[in-house]
């Protein structure tokens, strides 16, 4: 079981998500706006987050690199429609995953990123 934040702007998709992952056993907070009171996060402690930070019609960089301020180690999996080929901001992330109706791979990559040594000794 992983306690695992999602932020994406739609509903729909979060709803999804949130659902899915709960399903198998993990505790899931979902945001939808970049605007969001850390102390939630905090209190909350996720082990992973899944970020859509491609945020009406543009790459949102400064939020990935606040989450990476506020908690640094955190494991960061990117879940978008666009792939921002080439941006320096892809060395900070754990993961890149198109969005798709269809969330093995996302899930694969979940799996994969919380089974790295380092995170299993810190969880």
């Known amino acids: 079981m992983a306690k695992i934040l999602i932020f994406d702007e739609y509903p729909s998709i979060r709803n999804l998500l949130a659902e899915e992952l709960a399903g198998e056993g993990n505790v899931v907070l979902s945001i939808g706006q970049p605007e969001f009171r850390w102390e939630e996060i905090a209190a909350f402690n996720p082990d ?12 949102r960089w400064e939020f ?5 301020k506020q908690d640094p180690p955190l494991p960061i999996i990117i879940y978008s429609g666009y792939y921002p080929g ?17 969330l093995d791979e996302l899930k694969q990559c979940i ?6 040594p380092d995170l299993a000794a810190s969880m």
């Open 48 to 59: 992973l987050a899944i970020l859509d930070i491609f945020i009406r019609g543009k790459f």
């Open 64 to 68: 990935l690199e606040e989450v990476r």
């Open 86 to 102: 080439g941006d320096p901001h892809l060395d900070q992330i754990d993961g890149f995953i198109l969005k798709s109706c269809f």
């Open 111 to 116: 799996a994969n990123v919380l089974r790295q």
